[in-house]
């Protein structure tokens, strides 16, 4: 849940679309809903029993409800939440399931804590979907068949993949995104290679 929840959903690698396999969507869409009711918290930022905090401004509340409200319009089920909380611009940890590939939600970057659950039912249609997008930073898919892990890891279009994991980040990785998620990278090696030149000689003896 961290992937999607943490800081409210407003991360740059926070999970936007969730897709799940057709066989196992219904558990999964009761055992999230229970998780996020039991597990997370709206409330004030500084009670440290707060688990989901405000968004950053209205204009982020405004744009979660905007994509809610297309959402839910054109065919999506509200799982839970779906409203804005009593404390300033806070927004209620939010599920919807069914969500369609002409949703604007299902092409944005949300940073707010709507999960928004899409069906698939195979390798090939997944991957489809998951690379349907103008943005690039960071993917993560999760499963028992290493080989089909690191298969659908190598194809999908992003600059990070976390296989079986979802919190990624850290100093000695390279972190940065390819589309339109930026250009370079910071951390690791590579990180160390944007601060410096290429020059070219050419000589002619």
Excluded at 22 to 45: F, N, P, R, W
Excluded at 78 to 102: A, F
């Amino acid at each position: 849940m961290a992937t999607k929840f943490r800081c409210s959903g407003q991360t740059c690698v926070s999970a936007n679309r969730i897709y799940v396999h057709e066989k196992i969507h219904d558990q999964y869409i009761s055992k999230l809903a229970a998780a996020m009711k039991e597990k997370l918290v709206l409330g004030d930022g500084l009670n440290p029993k707060t688990t989901q905090g405000p968004l950053v401004n209205q204009k982020a509340v405004d744009k979660c409800e905007l994509l809610l409200s297309d959402a839910l319009g054109k065919g999506s089920e509200l799982i839970c939440g779906g409203k804005r909380g009593e404390h300033g611009t806070s927004y209620e940890p939010t599920l919807i399931t069914n969500v369609q590939s002409n949703t604007n939600i299902a092409h944005t970057e949300i940073f707010g804590p709507i999960a928004s659950v899409q069906k698939f039912r195979d390798e090939q249609e997944v991957l489809e979907a998951a690379n349907n997008c103008r943005v690039g930073l960071a993917g993560y898919v999760f499963g028992r068949d290493q080989s089909r892990l690191q298969r659908v890891a190598r194809k999908l279009e992003v600059g990070m993949v976390g296989v079986n994991e979802g919190l990624i980040s850290c100093a000695e990785a390279a972190f940065g995104g390819v589309k339109e998620s930026g250009i370079g990278r910071e951390g690791g090696a590579q990180g160390i290679d944007e601060f410096t030149n290429w020059k070219y000689i050419c000589t002619q003896y």
